[in-house]
């Protein structure tokens, strides 16, 4: 597992994009042979996506041939909804590059047999390949999509009961009230995301340091789920300072003398 420590949010999101960019680019993605990309929500990629807009808007790169697959949606929202993954996905990524709509994908939760969605989903991963890089980001208690502490580090596409916990963090998008917050969700499994070909974890702020200890400095461990990485052969996780709060002296040395000439954002492309 790499760490890439920057000294800031906007730094972070900056590399992370323009290592996305670089992989497309070097992969040459085609009509037959697309480059599959699956991608995250929340507030930790937001940066990202406005750095890729950019990336996008000035030729550097195109989607024309790249497929994604997002980790999660919930149950029983519109997609028109606020709120939703989908919208969440419009408003900050698709809606501002060129991409053929039949080359998203994101979970159905208003599906009319959400367990066979989350089959198809997983079957059309695997008919394209599998995922080439799957970009995500983590919980303050180190979860993964919606796979929240205790669940099964070989888990697959799901069904999903959202713990109180997570829709009372959920709920600053919901007018503050839990009780908007949908209970069920549909989400990729920690084995679906670590079967892709490479993993980014982006984690950012103090309120995620300790999540970062737990999946760098200890062990595999299915209430930190995050950590499974640790097991991937080519796992990355790209970080600000803040969120570097927790972890050991000597660590952190470590990862910034290997690292020390990969960290300019400028250098990827």
Known sequence: MRLII?????????????????????????????????????????????????????????????ITF???????IEEGHLESYHSFMRKN???HIRMPLENINILNGNADDLEEECNRYEKKITA?????????????DGHIAFNEPGSSLYSRTRIKTLTYDTRIANSRFFEDDVDQVPKLALTVGVATVTDAKEVILIVNGHGKARALHKIIEEGVNHMWT???????????????????A???????????DIEKDN???????
């Open 93 to 95: 990524l698709f809606e």
């Open 246 to 256: 927790e972890l050991r002296m000597e660590t952190v040395r470590y990862f910034r």
């Open 128 to 140: 394209l390949g599998g995922i080439h890089l799957f970009l995500g980001g983590i919980g303050p």
């Open 263 to 269: 960290l300019d954002p400028g250098k990827i492309l």
């Open 70 to 76: 997002n980790m999660d949606e919930y149950v029983g």
């Open 226 to 244: 995050a950590s499974a990485l640790q097991l991937h052969p080519k796992s990355m996780i790209v970080c600000d300072v803040d969120a570097t």
């Open 6 to 66: 920057q000294d800031s949010y906007d730094r972070m999101s900056k590399w992370v994009a323009n290592y996305i960019v670089n992989s497309i680019n070097d992969f040459g993605p085609t009509p037959e042979n697309p480059f599959v990309l699956g991608l995250p929500t929340g507030s930790s990629p937001v940066g990202t996506y406005r750095e890729l807009v950019k990336l996008v808007k000035s030729g550097k790169v195109t989607f024309d041939n790249v």
